[in-house]
T-cell receptor, first 114, second 114 residues
Framework: DTAVSQTPKYLVTQMGNDKSIKCEQN?????MYWYKQDSKKFLKIMFS???????INETVPNRFSPKSPDKAHLNLHINSLELGDSAVYFC?????????????FGPGTRLTVL | QKEVEQNSGPLSVPEGAIASLNCTYS??????FFWYRQYSGKSPELIMF????GDKEDGRFTAQLNKASQYVSLLIRDSQPSDSATYLC??????????????FGQGTILTVHP
C-alpha cells in the first residue's frame, strides 16, 4: 500500500493556467506538508497543515492556495502559473507537527510550465 | 550564511569503503536532525534521525551529532553502489513559526564505484 500518494505525477501546462495537485496519506498522520524542489534540487517547505488547520505558511506567492478537506488529504491549487513555478512538488506527512516530526514523502509531482 | 550547509560533492568512494557526509547548521535552537536519501527522480526517503549529542547507529549507518559545534554527520560503512544517491541533511526547530518545519541543506551527491 502506498503511504503518501500524489496525483498527477507529471503536469505540463501553459503559463497563466490554473492547476491543482492532490495528496493523500493512509498513515493516520495528523500533519501534512507541501515542499517545492527546484532545478538545483533544493527542497523548501511551503505549507503545513495539522488536523486541517494551517500551521506553517512560508513566503509563498498567494497564487498558491493549499486546502485540507480532512487530515488525510492536502491539495495544492496554483493560479496564474508562471515559468518559475516549474519544479517538483512533494507532499509529506508526519505523526505530529512538533520538532520530533519524522516526515514521509510522496512520490512528487513534476510541474512544467511552458 | 545558509541555515544548513552541506558539501554538494560529488563525493566518490570505492565499494566497501566508509562514506562520510557532513552537515553544519547555524540555528542553535535546532533540536532534531534528519538524514534523507534521494535517488535521482525519486522522493526523499528518511534513513536516520538523531536528537541527542553523540552517535546513533542503525545497520551500516551511523549518525553523529555535536550541538556545541553545530555539526551533524552521517557515516555509511561498507558502502555499496546502491548507496549512490543524494543525501539531504535536515533539521527541525523548536517553537514559534518554525514549529514542525524541516529546513534542508542542498544535499551531497554520493557515488560509490565498484
Amino acid at each position: 500500500d502506498t503511504a503518501v500518494s500524489q496525483t498527477p505525477k507529471y503536469l505540463v501546462t501553459q503559463m497563466g493556467n490554473d492547476k491543482s495537485i492532490k495528496c493523500e496519506q493512509n498513515l493516520g498522520h495528523d500533519t501534512m506538508y507541501w515542499y517545492k524542489q527546484d532545478s538545483k534540487k533544493f527542497l523548501k517547505i511551503m505549507f503545513s497543515y495539522n488536523n486541517k488547520e494551517l500551521i506553517i505558511n512560508e513566503t509563498v506567492p498567494n497564487r498558491f492556495s493549499p486546502k485540507s478537506p480532512d487530515k488525510a488529504h492536502l491539495n495544492l491549487h496554483i493560479n496564474s502559473l508562471e515559468l518559475g513555478d516549474s519544479a517538483v512538488y512533494f507532499c509529506a506527512s508526519s505523526q505530529a507537527g512538533g520538532i520530533y516530526n519524522e516526515q514521509f514523502f510522496g512520490p512528487g509531482t513534476r510541474l512544467t510550465v511552458l | 550564511q545558509k541555515e544548513v550547509e552541506q558539501n554538494s560533492g560529488p563525493l566518490s568512494v570505492p565499494e566497501g569503503a566508509i562514506a562520510s557526509l557532513n552537515c553544519t547548521y547555524s540555528d542553535r535552537g535546532s533540536q532534531s536532525f534528519f538524514w534523507y536519501r534521494q535517488y535521482s527522480g525519486k522522493s526523499p526517503e528518511l534513513i536516520m534521525f538523531i536528537y541527542s549529542n553523540g552517535d546513533k547507529e542503525d545497520g551500516r549507518f551511523t549518525a553523529q551529532l555535536n550541538k556545541a559545534s553545530q555539526y551533524v554527520s552521517l557515516l555509511i560503512r561498507d558502502s555499496q553502489p546502491s548507496d549512490s544517491a543524494t543525501y539531504l541533511c535536515a533539521l527541525s526547530n523548536a517553537g514559534g513559526t518554525s514549529y514542525g518545519k524541516l529546513t534542508f541543506g542542498q544535499g551531497t551527491i554520493l557515488t560509490v564505484h565498484p
